[in-house]
């Protein structure tokens, strides 16, 4: 199935550093989400963006609706060890379909 | 907030038998639910949209004779994995969409499937 580029894959970070990661695709999209997964668990919403060009603060946490509508990234200021999950961006097409990136794997060291 | 609920949360089963999971929005209507399968360290792939009332609509390579959707209500979805295999283990994990106007999907917990 399709998937959007998600990069980086993975990172390591020490407490209290900022955090970037983008989303690209190869197609144009509405709205762009951001999720963050547990080990185990459900895909919990972050920052839902609705318009080209948006960028929307939720805490210590920043994303931007790319104005092209193929990209959007995510910013995560001052890290703390709960921060440490998997982040997916999703791209929402007609029907309300998601089409989910392929993660960024986070950890943060004490 | 949105709460989507789905049971159980992890199953074990033999091959060749079925196993029905659940899905509820305890606290709206949900017009639309999805379902998605997720492997280990891999990312969410839609299977299947369900409308309240209609068929599924599956995504392409989604046997469909193989995972049974109902929408019978607002607040339930079931799939049904029919003759598991090993094959078919993963984490399968239902979303929720409200009434017109909300777009968000809210997702389930997540059900952790083990075919033996």
């Known amino acids: 199935g399709q998937q959007l580029n998600q990069s980086p894959q993975s990172m390591f970070i020490q407490e209290g550093e900022d955090v970037s990661m983008n989303c690209t695709s190869s197609?144009?999209?509405?709205?762009w989400l951001w999720y963050k997964q547990d080990p185990g668990e459900g895909p919990v919403l972050l920052i839902a963006?609705?318009?080209?060009?948006e960028l929307t603060s939720n805490g210590r946490l920043t994303a931007q609706f790319g104005i092209t509508r193929k990209d959007s990234f995510l910013n995560i200021s001052a890290s703390i060890p709960s921060d440490v999950g998997i982040y997916f961006c999703?791209?929402?097409?007609?029907?309300?379909?998601?089409?989910f990136g392929t993660g960024t794997r986070l950890k943060v060291l004490a | 907030g949105a709460v989507v609920s789905q049971h159980p949360s992890r199953v074990i089963c033999k091959s060749g038998t079925s196993v029905k999971i659940e899905c509820r929005s305890l606290?709206?209507?949900?017009?639309?639910m999805f379902w998605y399968r997720q492997f280990p360290k891999q990312s969410l792939m839609l299977m299947a949209t369900?409308?309240?009332?209609?068929?599924?609509?599956?995504e392409q390579g989604v046997e469909k004779d193989k995972f049974l959707i109902n929408h019978a209500s607002l607040t339930l979805s079931t799939l049904t994995v029919t003759s598991a295999h090993p094959e078919d283990s993963s984490f399968y994990i239902c979303?929720?969409?409200?009434?017109?106007?909300?777009?968000?999907?809210?997702f389930g917990p997540g059900t952790r499937l083990l075919v033996l």
């Open positions: 197609s144009i999209f509405n709205t």
């Open positions: 606290d709206f209507q949900a017009t639309t």
């Open positions: 963006l609705y318009k080209a060009g």
């Open positions: 999703a791209g929402q097409l007609g029907g309300y379909k998601y089409i």
């Open positions: 979303s929720a969409r409200g009434l017109a106007g909300q777009e968000t999907q809210y």
């Open positions: 369900s409308n309240e009332g209609s068929k599924a609509t599956y």
